[in-house]
């Protein structure tokens, strides 16, 4: 089978939009359907390569993993040396020595089960992480050492059970997929779908299957039909990118979407369609040569120039990140990968010696990065003490763990009776945790608090499954005891909606017509980090009142004037919106420290308060709120 260029067309489809993804840019929300795009490209391509060799008796295992390694792991190395390099001198030690982990699992191709145990993909601070795109090479090499003796196997016991195992793996994948990504699975199980190889092969298989019906004549024969299924399949690749967004569960029979408008394009975007028209223009052309390099360097360029920047990237940079990493790519292509893939110029055993010690190397540096917790060395002790807050050991006894902050697994019995102490009342997630602190310095109050719970009756926290049991204990309670003032407060941001928060103001509103009701807006986050922020701006902790710009503002203050849009739309004398952004932020600046009782930053990570953080944080809430002082 000749080269097509179509299918170099399509990775120039798939790979723009990864990179506009990772580059937040909110037209491109199901950009990271690319990386489907990929597998099924993968998986055809790789098919034709192996089965067409054993049908002709030629294949040879090693001959195949060496031309893998030729094609892949030469411009991944150059990546991995610029990124640690350049991780050396901007990350945390805290963050560098995660950055020694990813190292490690990328350099044996298994980052993907790493990221699947420590985060997720659209976790909190993945923007940061120079390795997070690795994990789809993981699955694809895990693919590529079980499948071609899988294929050997099957087709040693008989040519004509080649298709049909294939197809019965490909509905096995896929049935696994859609059942560990779709509601009731919790967010571990989810993002094992969206990481492991056992529900990501079916998109490579996929692209098996296109190989083997490749040459049906029904599929090809008539030009007309051609050209509307090839430009159906465009269709549903660009309704993907543009429609599908972060909470869309992926992979599931939603991901059919942009992979059956891939498998369109390849077998039916033939020459005189007008999506092999579109396909094959010149630029298109190159970029889809180019679009592993051009994967391979977005990610690291773009989180590191996140940690560079104290500010949040604008249009200008984002635009500049991606032009430099279209110009390295090309450079990586022409100088790196072509070179390498010139079987005269570098020899099998040179490559072998390459790719062996390479990843041995990249993992040794990685463990050792990771084991010597990330280099403290490199920081004076005043930088260390400011990094220091990374471990801040207070937090369990400030938020009252596990007895007024509940866990994921306790339930409204595990609040004790000195949660119910006071006539002011704090009710929300870890966020309203860590305000407890300071507002019990001024006041007498109750708390019911519970990690990962917004304070909205009929919430549906998949992940937390005794919020809504929770939640309704805590209206109980407020309708029984009629607290003096009840402080509503959640990292809003982390909670796609707020609808339910409309229901439950008015029902307690309306119920407790004598109780004031205040709604707090979120606290001013930091990515990665409160004290990596600081450091990154040479902002030391002196207990000086010092601003500083905050990225995560505008996304806050979007949330938080949803927010106040209900409460206002209620238009009950008895509740009230307060921004918090307001009160320790001056314009997109936010206050970092505080000396008061003691100096430390206001928050010891992305956005959970110190101590100080929250006494700081209450004696500004109360002088606005301007209720009566208690003796305590």
């Known amino acids: 089978m000749k080269h097509r260029l179509e299918i170099d067309g399509l990775r120039a489809l798939a790979v723009i939009p990864v990179i506009l993804f990772h580059a937040n840019i909110d037209l491109f929300q199901g950009g990271f359907v690319g990386v489907d795009i990929f597998f099924v490209i993968s998986g055809f391509l790789i098919t034709r390569i192996i089965l067409s060799e054993i049908y002709e008796s030629s294949f040879s295992i090693i001959h195949f993993y060496e031309r893998r390694a030729r094609r892949i792991l030469p411009a991944f190395f150059v990546v991995l040396i610029f990124s640690t390099l350049f991780s050396w001198f901007l990350l945390p030690p805290i963050e560098f020595k995660d950055y020694g982990q990813s190292l490690f699992f990328a350099s044996f191709f298994s980052s993907n089960i790493f990221f699947w145990i420590e985060s997720g993909y659209f976790g909190v601070g993945t923007d940061l992480k120079p390795l997070i795109h690795t994990w789809s090479l993981g699955v694809e090499e895990q693919f590529y050492i079980f499948f071609p003796l899988l294929a050997i196997l099957v087709h040693t016991i008989h040519k004509k059970l080649v298709f049909p195992i294939i197809f019965l793996l490909f509905f096995i994948s896929l049935y696994l997929s859609h059942v560990y990504s779709a509601p009731p699975s919790d967010i571990f199980i989810k993002e094992g779908a969206f990481f492991l190889l056992p529900t990501r092969a079916w998109e490579l298989l996929l692209g098996s299957i296109l190989f083997l019906t490749y040459n049906n004549a029904f599929l090809v024969s008539n030009n007309k039909v051609n050209n509307a299924l090839s430009f159906l399949g465009l269709i549903l690749i660009f309704y993907s990118i543009f429609f ?15 992979t059956v408008g891939a498998a369109f394009v390849i077998i039916f975007s033939l020459k005189g369609t007008i999506s092999h028209f579109f396909l094959t223009r010149k630029p298109i052309i190159m970029i889809g040569l180019i679009s592993y390099s051009a994967y391979l360097w977005h990610q690291p360029l773009m989180a590191l120039s996140r940690y560079y920047f104290i500010s949040d990237l604008d249009a200008l940079k984002i635009a500049l990140i991606v032009l430099i990493t279209f110009v390295l790519a090309y450079f990586s292509w022409r100088f790196i990968e072509q070179p390498f893939r010139d079987r005269g110029r570098v020899s099998r055993k040179a490559v072998l010696i390459f790719s062996v010690s390479g990843c041995i190397i990249f993992g040794a540096v990685g463990a050792s990065i990771h084991l010597n917790d990330g280099f403290h060395s490199r920081y004076n002790s005043d930088q260390l003490k400011l990094l220091s807050f990374h471990q801040y050991d207070q937090r369990d006894e400030l938020y009252r763990n596990r007895v007024c902050f509940l866990r994921g697994d306790q339930d409204e019995g595990s609040f004790a009776d000195i949660c119910k102490s006071g006539p002011i009342l704090i009710w929300g997630d870890s966020h309203a945790a860590s305000l407890s602190y ?52 959640a990292n809003w941001l982390k909670y796609k909606s707020t609808e339910p928060l409309t229901h439950t103001l008015d029902a307690l509103s309306q119920q407790n017509p004598t109780v004031e009701f205040f709604v707090l807006g979120g606290l001013p986050q930091w990515l990665p980090s409160l004290p990596s922020t600081m450091l990154r701006a040479n902002v030391l902790l002196d207990g000086q009142e010092t601003y500083i710009k905050n990225k995560v503002f505008n996304k806050v203050k979007m949330k938080d004037d949803s927010i106040n849009e209900i409460v206002q739309q209620l238009n009950q004398k008895n509740v ?37 953080g929250s006494i700081k944080t209450s004696s500004l809430i109360f002088n606005n709120v301007n209720l009566e002082q208690s003796d305590v």
């Open 244 to 258: 599908f967004n972060k909470q869309t569960p992926t992979p599931s029979l939603l991901s059919l979407i942009p």
């Open 438 to 489: 300071g507002m019990s310095s001024f006041k007498k109050i109750s708390q019911f608090t519970s990690s990962g719970c917004p304070p909205m009756l009929n919430s549906e926290i998949l992940t937390r499954p005794h919020c809504q049991s929770i939640n309704q204990y805590v209206f109980k309670y407020i309708n029984e005891y009629k607290p003096k003032a009840v402080f509503l407060n």
């Open 576 to 612: 009230r919106f307060i921004s918090l952004l307001h009160l320790l932020c001056q314009s997109n600046s936010c206050l970092t420290q505080t000396k008061h009782p003691q100096i430390e930053p206001i928050s010891f990570d992305y956005g959970h308060l110190t101590g100080s």
